[in-house]
Each structure stands twice: as structure tokens, then as C-alpha cells.
């Protein structure tokens, strides 16, 4: 639910001149004219329409004035005053607007500019020869491995992995030799862009099922 508001901007207080009668107190020369000029506002807008409206009372007896009980003379002196006073639609944005668009447009930025930028830098050293230490976790024994894979060759967008002989159950890098002899020959292939975006390695271990490998560290 937006809420709404409409409130009155004054443009001009002047007062009537001689020869007009408050049709209370029957007192002249006390009409007071105050000039508005109709304002709607929400939480997003500002908005100011093309309008001037007349809002008579009478300083004498404090009294507010309706327009229909006014006389011809004194309505015809109302709009000549009126066409003394331009007015002009206006809309414009809140201040909680704004700062909603910044939070959301600060928000878009990150997650599609920035944080792509430095996901992208943290893995763009990946080339051949490159060592990825990677943990997978196995959800049907709630175990987690981690062991070396060595980037073998890149086709295009593809990388192509070869896994350590042994899976270290340590969560960071251990002394685990890593000259090549001590890779397996079987491959494994994966998308050099979601490696890059995600830092991740889905299916790496066939025999396990749903694994996800998190790349937790790169050695060039």
C-alpha cells in the first residue's frame, strides 16, 4: 500500500482591496485572499498540479469564506488576481526515492559489476600446469576430502583437469607432492567461465553423488 498525502502550497496572501463585504459580519474591506496550489506526494513523487485555488476568510471574524457566496464583483477581482500568479505542473522525486534507488542501484553494481571483477581476478592465472586445491564434500557420508587437481590443457572455454593420486582429509593445503607424476591420467573437463565466476568444480568425482568441489586455494 503506498500512502498518499495531498497538502497546499501557498503561493501568495494578499488582501481583497475595498468595497468587498464579509457576507458573516458584514464588515468590509477585511477579505483576506490566500492563493494554493494543490500538492500530492507519496513515498517515490512530488507532485504539484497546475491549479490555483482561492481561500478566502475574513480577518474581522476569522471566518472561511466558500467561493459561491462571494459576490460578482468580488469573484471577477479573484480572477484577476489569479491570472497575476503563473503557476506550473511540477513533479519530482522524494528524498526516500532517491536513496532507494542508490541502495538498489548500489546493490546491481555490486553483484554484477564488482563482484564478477574480482571472482574473475582471483582465478584468471588459471593456465596449464596450474595446480587447483579443491574440497568435496559427500553428502551421503557428511565427509569432506580435498586433494590437488592439475590443469592439464584449456580448449577454448573448456578446462581439462587431471586428480591427485591421493584425497587428503584436510582442509587446507598439505605436503602432498605435486609434480605431475603424482596425478592420475583420467581426465575431468569443466567451464573455464564458471570456474572463473564461481570458483567452483560441480562433478568432479563421479563416484560420489551431487559433489561440489569449492576451489579453496590456486598454486600457479
Not at 491549479?51 to 477581482?77: A, F, R
Not at 605436503?175 to 568444480?201: G, I, M
Amino acid at each position: 500500500m503506498i500512502i498518499t498525502t495531498i497538502s497546499n502550497k501557498v503561493n501568495k496572501t494578499e488582501p481583497l482591496g475595498e468595497g468587498h463585504l464579509c457576507p458573516y459580519c458584514k464588515n468590509e474591506n477585511q477579505l483576506v485572499v490566500t492563493w494554493v496550489q494543490p500538492q500530492i506526494s507519496n513515498l517515490g513523487f512530488q507532485m504539484l498540479l497546475k491549479k490555483n485555488v482561492p481561500l478566502i476568510n475574513c480577518d474581522y471574524c476569522g471566518k472561511w469564506i466558500k467561493y459561491k457566496s462571494l459576490s460578482t464583483h468580488t469573484k471577477e477581482v479573484l480572477e484577476m488576481q489569479k491570472k497575476a500568479i503563473p503557476v506550473s505542473f511540477k513533479l519530482k522525486p522524494t528524498v526516500f526515492f532517491l536513496l532507494l534507488t542508490t541502495f538498489l542501484a548500489g546493490i546491481f553494481i555490486y553483484f554484477k559489476v564488482i563482484e564478477p571483477y574480482f571472482k574473475q581476478a582471483e582465478t584468471a592465472n588459471i593456465r596449464k600446469g596450474t595446480k587447483l586445491w579443491v574440497s568435496d564434500f559427500d553428502i551421503r557420508t557428511a565427509n569432506k576430502t580435498s586433494t590437488w587437481y592439475l590443469v592439464s590443457r584449456i580448449n577454448g572455454d573448456t578446462v581439462v583437469l587431471k586428480r591427485h593420486k591421493i584425497i587428503s582429509d584436510k582442509d587446507l593445503p598439505d605436503d602432498l607432492p605435486t609434480t605431475e607424476d603424482q596425478f592420475l591420467a583420467s581426465e575431468y573437463k569443466v567451464s573455464l567461465k564458471y570456474l572463473q565466476s564461481e570458483r567452483r568444480l560441480v562433478g568432479l568425482v563421479p563416484e560420489i553423488l551431487d559433489a561440489s568441489g569449492r576451489i579453496e586455494s590456486i598454486q600457479p
